[in-house]
């Protein structure tokens, strides 16, 4: 997968994890909270993780 890919993934992840944060917080549901935040931690590491590719990248493509 891309490094873009990852990251695009990732902010969706985020996104999505901190609506179902809020939505768990709004209507008193914990499950829906955890999921929200396990999902957020989640998209993190994939943004995280295209960092890193392009990171590799560019210490490759400067040899």
């Known amino acids: 997968m891309a490094s873009s890919d990852d990251k695009a993934k990732g902010t969706g992840n985020e996104a999505a994890g901190n609506i179902k944060q809020a939505a768990g917080k709004l ?3 914990d ?3 955890s999921e929200g ?3 957020e931690k989640k998209g993190e590491g994939q943004q ?3 960092k ?3 990171k590799i990248k560019g210490a ?3 040899l």
Do not use: I, N, S
């Open 48 to 50: 995280a993780l295209g």
């Open 31 to 33: 499950k829906m909270r």
């Open 60 to 62: 490759v493509d400067g």
């Open 52 to 54: 890193a590719k392009d």
């Open 27 to 29: 209507t008193g549901d």
């Open 37 to 39: 935040a396990v999902q």
